[in-house]
Each structure stands twice: as C-alpha cells, then as structure tokens.
C-alpha cells in the first residue's frame, strides 16, 4: 500500500471513530476537547497526504504552501492539486478530492450509527 493511501485510510478511520465518540452523548467538556483532537488528527492526516503525494509527484514544496495546507486548507489544496497536475490533471484531482470528501461524511455517519448501535445494546 502506498503512503498516500495510507494517509488517506488513517482519514477515513479517524472520521469513523469521531462520527462513533461523539454520538456517546459525552458532557460537553469532553466534547469540546474530543473534536479539538480529532481535527488535530485530520489535520495531521491532511498534511502527511499532501507531502507524501508531493514526493511522489517530484513536486517543491514551499514553506509557505506548507503553512497553507495546515491553516487553509480549503485554499491550498485546490491550489496544490492545480500547481502539481496543471489545469486538466487538476480538475480531476479536485473531483477525487470532493468525491474522498463524501466519503469522509459517509464514514462519520457510519460510525455514529455504529457507536448508537453498541450503547442501545
């Protein structure tokens, strides 16, 4: 398995286990430190996919693209993704990348359904 799928599966197992955590019905203390953690955790995913895949793709990294990747993602990717695959190889990736983004939510939801199952056992 490459490092980009790797990245990508921790992604979709942290959605997973967040979607599970937060339906438990925690206080809200504990609520508010679980979702720090588990952005902190995709973040981590977010990054470690992002260098991964630029290494494979031979493509620099600037400093501040990787401050951009960890503070605005939501900006730097789309950029990255265009800079590193140009105009056609980038609306493809960015298609994946909505495509992952729904798979994400699908994995949260799951695991919340799953987390609702087990405690009303």
């Known amino acids: 398995m490459r490092s980009t799928q790797i990245a990508l599966s921790a992604m979709l197992i942290v959605m997973a286990i967040a979607g599970?955590?937060?339906?438990?019905?925690?206080?809200?203390?504990?609520?508010?430190?679980?979702?720090?953690?588990?952005?902190?955790?995709?973040?981590v995913g977010i990054f470690s996919w992002y260098v991964c895949d630029s290494n494979s793709r031979g493509f620099p990294r600037s400093r501040w693209l990787n401050v951009g990747v960890i503070l605005?993602?939501?900006?730097?990717?789309?950029?990255?993704?265009?800079?590193?695959?140009?105009?056609?190889?980038?609306?493809?990736?960015?298609?994946?990348c909505l495509a992952f983004v729904v798979l994400l939510l699908a994995a949260s939801m799951l695991g919340g359904l799953a987390s609702g199952l087990f405690v009303a056992a």
């Open 20 to 43: 599970a955590v937060l339906t438990l019905g925690l206080s809200r203390s504990t609520e508010h430190w679980a979702l720090w953690v588990f952005r902190v955790l995709f973040l």
């Open 72 to 96: 605005l993602s939501l900006l730097a990717l789309p950029y990255y993704l265009f800079a590193s695959r140009g105009t056609k190889g980038g609306f493809v990736a960015l298609g994946k």
